[in-house]
């Protein structure tokens, strides 16, 4: 009965956690436009920040923003990426504002991290936003906001959490690998930083494609509750996945016909590459939700075969075993074969009691009765499928 | 059997009252355009007039309108926000129409309610409408429509009722907080009243978010009728919710591109963010509709599963015991052991009932039958799940 | 358990009639276009004839076209609104299309009542096509062609029945209530048949939105199969109104972009006016279509609810009594106690039937068989909800 | 219980042959393009040439193209229609081919009969695709290719059949009923035959009305397997439709906007009715698979009402004698009345069965609690609706 | 009971079988971009050189691309195609990029064989991917991906494959049927190749349509699971074909409006013959979506009817016994005709069991009873349909 395909097991989740921890306004309605409050929970601000030119590479970790500038200001000629991780240290964003001298609807942007990804130009930077998604066992889904500062030498990322998807790229910045990185500026320092947290997605999609495809061989084996709920919970994560990737696009659409300086001409090529990229993911989350609805309607039809076939049972053996049943009453009854009273014999009651053979007759009918319809039933087909 | 999800009490709402006051065309099919009828049921006009420049604010409350106005007239120089609350009062009305040149059309609009989010453009005034929702405990919907009359010194604003959700742009023009709201003239004054009635939708999605993720918990633990009635009662809302968000941004955006000077070019950043405010609220209100609807979907298969097991459970009792009654039917007839005329011995009529052991034989034959049956179940996994 | 809600009565209506008189092409294909075959059931036409200026209102009746337009003649200088009810009349028909030199193919479309509401502009006129819909008691829905022709002075306007809608527009004019409609011509006159056609949707739409309420309050308390017929027959009627809804919004577009100079530039204000209303009219049809969807779901979940009732019904009654009375059933059995042939005592055979208290304690046994199916029912949450 | 609305009798049809001969494409992959292998099933080309100009009329019955081609030589300034029925004899395609000087891919199309309507404009000719729709009593729907190519002076048509809906063009060539059919040269007669081909889509659409009102009327009195599948016949036929409807309006425009001098510009008036046409049936088609659909919905919900309703007969009849027949099997239990080895009274052991009136009270007994039940359940509604 | 539709037998196929190997993205997120790693699984490339002029062929099958390139280079004015068949061989592919100076981005598409159809043009030549889409018996489909680099004379394809479906383009090669293959240059000969894959499309969606019909007919005859199954193969294998065929069209679109010299113009109207089938192509994929989702539909209506016939079976059969059963419990119970203790006769205890003739009459009794309920359901209809 166990086909080979369950020797996957279906790996334990708890689906009451695959949530994604929706991101909320935190500022209450009719807040004064381009404040922007540090959330309690917030974690406190580090900064790692890479100065690099093509064939060198200076770090620094900081807690203080005043180090991460002067930093920079002493490797002039460089191509700065500086990496914020953690927006709650007031004093950093603040000293950011001044420093670079941006609009403090950006900062409330980059703090209220519940933006949807886009691109907006100023006169002397551009204000980029990407969602950096992770799945970690359990099918939690970490949604956690990537924003972007892109000047003209400097790249400045801010991120919610210590943990990020981006080591790959500090990688290649050490290694050097293939030149581009330490050579084409900071507008293909952030083209790395998003691709590379597109490319993520990919890994997420092929996740959830795996578990869709592991339910659906159980649901085939045998249809259970607990498989409904697992494709609800792929279905709720397509669904914030689909609201991630479709600004995407349009952002990276617009980075493309950006006519901005800022944006190195040779950048664009590798732009289209992750433009074209975002298209696929796109194309694939569409996919799956059509197969995870497929997969719901699958389970649907399948609950109502078994309900069928529950009540096939119960509609086989009652109707076998109910006339039968009656007809023993029959024979049960007490009708008296003599009147107590007069003696008299009442030879029309149940004369049959006191047949020879009464008894065999009785049976004989009863077999037959059953017999004639197991024979009814098989015609219509209740005992295939 | 209850999860710390249910922790969390299912608030009590009656579901009859999610109801939004639908807005009806009060005026008769055929009327003359441009006339303006006071419903019945409008309150009294109240008029808030703020009269303010960058270091000083005069306020005035007043139920006549040539006392407004001379109020005004006696500050020139400031930017004045004059806001109506009421729309019973005709003389105001009209006193506002010939002052200030309306075109009657307008008038109808501000007057007759139920006018979608727009914005119209005439020579010497700009005409703007949005749609004030609040969402009181019981989840009723308040769905207020708020006019807007833009000239060059000053904003109107018309409300229906006393109270609104505004106050906090009052706190910031009385504490001046920021500088903007009294230096950028009435245009900004109309962005920031705009904004807040925005962000009052945001609290209104979190709050049914809210109601939707614990309904999902409870649907888990324990699906009933009253969680789908609740389900309902939020897709209800939604309907309502996305009439007024999307043509709130087609006026946002409509307003962004206008080239009219009553718009102040320094407002335009700020409306900007409004306008992608607009488009967060669509995204939320899309994803939870979409959520709504597979929470419908989830309670419909929940109920299926429920059928199914109140199903196996009559089948699994009726096929056991139907069966073994007929066995006991069986051995309940009266077939006689004797010819009562004759005194013969009818030796074929249900010998088994003056056996040794008989009746021990039956029971053990009706035990084997029940175990066959509930093996014969448990391999078809009818107990688990 | 009858609330309060239910005293709103549910009208009766016989669903059978909600029906649409289906607009169907009656000539037969590949006939010669341009010829204009009068249907047999067509009414004869009457004619009514306003000719009016500032100060001034001259009517006739008349049953004859040549009289119209004598007395059209008659009044150079004056505006006309030529009223045509009833379209079987060929030679008033004829008639118009020789004086005013109007194509064939557009006596056509007057004729075959079933087009879309349509703008068509010709070297001296235009034609434009309503859809004058009106509601009976029974929700029957009469839709009627209004067709125009709209020239310099003259609007003729053309209906397939001696009711309709305009009254209001009459009165008016009689009237001359606020100026505008005597003054600004012809296009004025047929933007006010258009409005007072359109303002009549919202009529009908408020109709069909108090059904679905009440229908919703009694789904609510009881779910019938009356209440389903309800809901489907309004679906029927949002069918037909949001067929003739979309291209009405597009003509009033049309008209509103149009440069023709038959189009008065001080009645475009008007239009625009008109436009909105349109626009208002698809919003609520569509919102409606959504909530007759979802109350028609909310009907098949309470179905559901109500199947699962009833099979938890039969289940708790059939579980609980089918095993009491297969225990009654072996106490029922007539093994012997004593073999009848030989006299011997058969101990084993049912030594229940003559323990003293046997009766006693079966009776027992069979209480708490109950008492446990009960409690074990009662935990799983079938008497609840 | 038979209404009037059964007076129209259910029209008995074999739904399995509701089938569409789906066109394949009968080349194989690969192939050279502009080739164009006959189809061994074709039937052999007849040719009908008509010759015509204002006052003369010349027709030609051949099966050889070179004669036809001779027959309009001989009718210089005559316009030409050369209709080819059959698309089986090589040479007669071949010698147009040639004669004319058509692009191969052209033959190509016209051939493999699974094309949808287009217009493609070459140098010297057109070529335009219509897909001519007919349907029998069975509900058959037969749909043939019509291909036209447009000379200066000469259309040519080709059919795959011998049969078409095209007689009432050649009855009003004949009789040159209004002029323009003899006068506006061949697109014109295009344009003829185009119409006469969408006019009887509206033959088809009104057929396929009737049959779902007829469904519908049935559904409502009872509905029954065969109705569902007559729905899901019609909707398989509006799939066909649809598939044609869309490109024929997409042709039509392109033809209404071509400045190709072989369209003549008289015939454009004539060209934006046929558009018209298309948009109608368009929309026509779209509301009778919304009205399929709901009535899918329909038949859904009432086969779900008939469920319930024979669950409730089950429930309420088990639920009654059930707990009857459980009292009756308690009073056919064998306690004995006397210790058969001591001959002691046992008196506990139902006492009942010896009491005055004992069973008159089991009677009554049990008449109560039927009494009760009944009761019970019609309070719940269970015998209304 | 076998129509002669069931002589078509359903063929078996597994449908756990019915897969599309989900092409995944392999390369790492963050890695490089325009690194190609080749998989471990990609088979060594095989050459195959085509070099042609209008009156010559010579073809060369190499392991090594230098001899490739050496061939080309002896064969000056020729037209050149080379078959590339396997990714694997790092030392070919980095010899091709070297020799024609291909972008390391467009060889990394090339090697991860999960493109979508595109186009992109570069300085010097264009690059093309198509997808070859192979059907096998079993329904498993084979997506490969077929990638093109076009230069001035030369065209090179990539296949992961040595089989693929491009033999009839080889074929019309060595035969020089019809000119136009070996005169009209690499873009010809491009347009040759993708027309061949498209064209493959149509015998794949024929064969789908083929297995639709064989189950709808199946599905009439008798529902069953199985057939549920097979139209869940077919609507995922719609779902992997219209992701492709889309983006073909796009593609197709793209190069008929390019105005790259590198597309000889003649070859433009084969573009636009292509670009038809490409529209056509989609066109039966959505009707067939739609056809497959119907029958679903149509399979869960026939669940439902064969439901409620099984519960009709249940309720006719208990109605009918269970009230007869009752009776004869009735008369099966032991009210004692005498008191034992006292001899007294109680008269009233069932004396229908001392009647002359009351077995006859209740036997009569019940008789009534059952044919008064058949009566009653066969007038609700439970015995027909």
């Given at each position: 009965?166990?086909?080979?395909?369950?020797?996957?097991p279906?790996?334990?989740?708890?689906?009451?956690?695959?949530?994604?921890?929706?991101?909320?306004?935190?500022?209450?309605?009719?807040?004064?436009?381009?404040?922007?409050?540090?959330?309690e929970?917030?974690?406190?601000?580090?900064?790692?920040?890479?100065?690099?030119?093509?064939?060198?590479?200076?770090?620094?970790?900081?807690?203080?923003?005043?180090?991460?500038?002067?930093?920079?200001?002493?490797?002039?000629?460089?191509?700065?990426?500086?990496?914020v991780?953690?927006?709650?240290s007031?004093?950093?964003?603040?000293f950011?504002?001044?420093?670079?001298?941006?609009?403090?609807?950006?900062?409330?942007?980059?703090?209220?991290?519940h933006?949807?990804?886009?691109?907006?130009?100023?006169?002397?930077?551009?204000?980029?936003?990407?969602?950096?998604l992770?799945?970690?066992?359990?099918?939690?889904?970490?949604?956690?906001?990537?924003?972007?500062?892109?000047?003209?030498?400097?790249?400045?990322?801010?991120?919610?959490?210590?943990?990020?998807?981006?080591?790959?790229?500090r990688?290649?910045?050490?290694?050097?690998?293939?030149?581009?990185?330490?050579?084409?500026?900071?507008?293909?320092?952030?083209?790395?930083?998003?691709?590379?947290v597109?490319?993520?997605?990919?890994?997420?999609?092929n996740?959830?494609?795996?578990?869709?495809?592991?339910?659906?061989?159980h649901?085939?084996?045998?249809p259970?509750?607990?498989?409904?709920?697992?494709?609800?919970?792929?279905?709720?994560?397509?669904?914030?996945?689909?609201?991630?990737?479709?600004?995407?696009?349009?952002?990276l659409?617009?980075?493309?016909?950006?006519?901005?300086?800022?944006?190195?001409e040779?950048?664009?090529?590798?732009?289209?590459?992750?433009?074209?990229?975002?298209?696929?993911?796109?194309?694939?989350?569409?996919?799956?939700r059509?197969?995870?609805?497929?997969?719901?309607?699958?389970?649907l039809?399948?609950?109502?075969?078994?309900?069928?076939?529950?009540?096939?049972?119960?509609?086989?053996?009652?109707?076998?075993?109910?006339?039968?049943?009656?007809?023993?009453?029959?024979?049960g009854?007490?009708?008296?074969?003599?009147?107590?009273?007069?003696?008299?014999?009442?030879?029309?009651?149940?004369?049959?009691?006191?047949?020879?053979?009464?008894?065999?007759?009785?049976?004989?009918?009863m077999?037959?009765?059953?017999?004639?319809?197991?024979?009814?039933?098989?015609?219509?087909?209740?005992f295939?499928?």
């Amino acid at each position: 009965m166990k086909l080979s395909v369950l020797k996957i097991p279906l790996p334990k989740i708890d689906i009451s956690k695959i949530n994604i921890t929706q991101h909320r306004r935190r500022n209450n309605p009719g807040e004064v436009p381009g404040t922007f409050f540090i959330n309690e929970t917030a974690l406190p601000s580090k900064i790692f920040v890479y100065s690099y030119k093509e064939d060198h590479l200076e770090e620094l970790a900081a807690n203080d923003m005043a180090d991460a500038i002067n930093f920079t200001k002493n490797h002039r000629g460089y191509t700065h990426w500086i990496d914020v991780k953690g927006l709650g240290s007031q004093s950093v964003l603040d000293f950011i504002q001044k420093e670079f001298d941006v609009n403090p609807l950006v900062m409330e942007d980059i703090v209220h991290t519940h933006q949807r990804p886009k691109n907006e130009e100023y006169d002397h930077f551009m204000f980029v936003v990407s969602r950096m998604l992770e799945l970690d066992k359990g099918l939690q889904l970490k949604n956690e906001q990537l924003s972007f500062l892109l000047f003209k030498d400097t790249l400045i990322s801010f991120q919610e959490d210590y943990d990020d998807v981006l080591d790959p790229v500090r990688n290649r910045l050490r290694k050097n690998v293939n030149g581009n990185i330490r050579v084409l500026g900071p507008s293909y320092m952030l083209y790395a930083l998003m691709d590379t947290v597109i490319d993520h997605y990919f890994t997420i999609i092929n996740r959830l494609g795996d578990e869709l495809e592991i339910v659906e061989d159980h649901l085939y084996q045998k249809p259970r509750k607990q498989l409904m709920y697992r494709i609800q919970g792929v279905k709720k994560l397509m669904i914030t996945m689909r609201r991630g990737s479709w600004p995407e696009r349009d952002k990276l659409n617009e980075l493309l016909k950006s006519t901005n300086p800022l944006i190195n001409e040779e950048v664009k090529l590798f732009l289209r590459d992750a433009y074209d990229h975002s298209i696929q993911i796109i194309d694939l989350i569409e996919s799956m939700r059509e197969t995870a609805t497929s997969l719901l309607d699958l389970y649907l039809s399948l609950m109502s075969n078994k309900m069928n076939e529950v009540m096939k049972t119960l509609t086989i053996i009652s109707a076998i075993f109910i006339p039968l049943t009656f007809i023993a009453g029959i024979y049960g009854m007490n009708f008296a074969y003599q009147d107590p009273k007069t003696g008299e014999i009442l030879k029309d009651n149940m004369p049959e009691l006191y047949m020879h053979n009464g008894y065999m007759y009785v049976m004989i009918l009863m077999l037959l009765i059953a017999i004639a319809q197991i024979w009814y039933f098989a015609r219509k087909g209740w005992f295939r499928d």
